[in-house]
């Protein structure tokens, strides 16, 4: 069975970093390109950053370039983005999600706040 | 690429046909998905390519449509589909449409 397990949300204040984990299991962590998507508070879907499935190549949204590095540990099956400067309207629910075309698996998902 | 959503809310009763709609922007050549989001949950794909339906989802969800016209069909809505629906086009990096709410009637 398919698994994606976020970690590493929280209340932070503008400006400061954290950085979000996603475990992957049930899977070839390895053969996939994988993705973070967002969801602020009542709103919709926003693509955030995909890596490829070596890492050898990654992309983001313009609002969060220079700012966000997404990365992944293939030996450890695991995703990260790291968040830099963060702004208020970075607060969101971010999900990990494979991407293989669309997403066709996300994880539960995990609450940044970003406030002074 | 644009995607709009509409209705942005609709209420429909258990039994009924549904459909909902998505339309992009420009051509995105039928890469096109369908999401369902329960409160308090993760987006689960139903659709991919615009009318292949993923491993799992009851065959009551259907979808249709090709270029930048697309349709999402529930052939008799039951208590478990209320939900919001998304499109996403992924022919052109990736964006979301705004969502249908639906809710019972």
């Known amino acids: 069975e398919v698994q994606l397990v976020e970690s590493g949300g929280g209340l932070v204040q503008p400006g400061r970093s954290l950085k979000l984990s996603c475990a992957a299991s049930?899977?070839?962590?390895?053969?996939?390109?994988m993705a973070w998507v967002r969801q602020a508070p009542k709103k919709g879907l926003e693509w955030v950053a995909t890596i490829s499935y070596d890492g050898s190549s990654t992309y983001y949204r313009d609002s969060v370039k220079g700012r966000f590095t997404i990365s992944r540990d293939n030996a450890k099956s695991t995703l990260y983005l790291q968040m830099d400067s963060l702004r208020s309207e970075d607060t969101a629910t971010y999900y990990c999600?494979?991407?293989?075309?669309?997403?066709?698996?996300w994880g539960q998902g995990v609450m940044v706040t970003v406030s002074s | 690429i644009q995607m709009t959503q509409s209705p942005s809310l609709l209420s429909a009763s258990v039994g009924d046909r549904v459909t909902l709609s998505c339309k992009a922007g420009?051509?995105?050549?039928?890469?096109l998905a369908w999401y369902q989001q329960k409160l308090g949950e993760a987006p689960k794909l139903l659709i991919y390519n615009a009318n292949s339906l993923q491993t799992g989802i009851p065959s009551r969800f259907s979808g249709s449509g090709s270029g930048t016209d697309f349709t999402l069909t529930i052939s008799s809505l039951q208590p478990e589909d209320v939900a919001t629906y998304f499109c996403?086009?992924?022919?052109?990096?990736?964006?979301f449409g705004a969502g249908t709410k639906l809710e019972l009637k």
């Open positions: 420009q051509n995105i050549n039928n890469y």
């Open positions: 999600a494979r991407r293989a075309g669309p997403f066709d698996y």
């Open positions: 996403q086009q992924y022919n052109s990096w990736t964006t």
């Open positions: 049930g899977f070839t962590f390895s053969d996939y390109n």
